[in-house]
């Protein structure tokens, strides 16, 4: 009986010793994932950093340029208008008029895909004597178009011919120069900004010690195009009149500032 005893003692013994070894083995375990999950928290705050490193790591510039626009074109409206006793009459000779007005032009260039009809009307012409009804004194056609001279150097003598064919029954307005292909310059202006803002970045790398890296993005910030420019018109339709193709019209084209701005982002190498 005492030597079963004594074994009974030493298993129990034995049992409590390896509890304890397995609990501290637990316990160990438990606080090496605790450490471990305190490590993967990190990473990404160590990934943010980075990101918000690699973001502080750009540079932004600005181009501004300014182009000279030269009008290049020349458009002005023409109105042809007769009065006649009768309408057909008066339909008849306005369009002979025009014909004849267009005819003049083709001289200067102005070819048929460059006049555009802009109105046409008929309307009776009553004349008002005193303590009497109105009496109809016939019918007034008028005719008009815009016409384009694609050459500044033949304007002047375009309108000047349009004068001369139509006589007083021609009225010439709304005269204006125009830059024929205004995004030919605002091309240039572009790749004149980004040339200035690339050289500006570049100043600052190389003062930095730092190397361009890829363009990040680009914006064009603003662009102002060339609006066509009113010469004015005639204000005595009789000295209008009077002009013939021997008086050509003087034209000083003068010149339009336009301004590109663009923004530019590099990473830096």
């Known amino acids: 009986m005492n030597g079963y005893g004594s074994i009974t003692v030493s298993v129990r013994g034995v049992l409590l010793t390896g509890l304890v070894l397995l609990a501290l083995a637990v316990a160990y375990l438990v606080g090496g994932s605790g450490e471990g999950g305190n490590a993967a928290q990190a990473a990404p705050a160590a990934g943010a950093d980075a990101g918000a490193a690699a973001t502080a790591r750009s540079l932004t510039m600005e181009g501004v340029v300014e182009a000279t ?27 002979r008029t025009m014909r004849r007005v267009l005819s003049s032009l083709r001289e200067y260039g102005v070819k048929r895909r460059d006049v555009q009809t802009t109105g046409l009307s008929m309307n009776p012409v009553y004349d ?58 605002l091309a240039k202006a572009r790749k004149a900004a980004v040339a200035q803002a690339t050289a500006k970045a570049q100043e600052y790398a190389d003062a930095t010690g730092q190397a361009l890296g890829g363009v990040l993005t680009l914006r064009e910030l603003r662009a102002t195009t060339p609006s066509d420019r009113e010469l004015g018109g005639y204000a005595d339709t009789a000295e209008l009149g009077s002009m013939d193709a021997a008086n050509v019209l003087p034209i000083r084209t003068g010149r339009e500032d336009l301004r590109v701005t663009v923004q530019v982002v590099w990473e830096f190498a």
């Open 69 to 95: 626009a030269v009008p290049d074109q020349l458009t002005f409206g023409l109105s042809v208008g007769v009065t006649r006793a009768d309408l057909n009459t008066a339909l008849a000779d306005a369009n």
């Open 128 to 185: 008002y004597p005193a303590y009497s009804p109105p009496v109809l004194r016939g019918y007034r056609v008028s005719e008009s178009a815009s016409v384009l001279v694609k050459e500044l150097k033949q304007g002047g003598g375009a309108v000047s011919a349009a004068v001369a064919a139509g006589r007083n029954a021609v009225r010439v307005s709304n005269i204006r120069l125009k830059v024929g292909d205004p995004e030919a310059v």
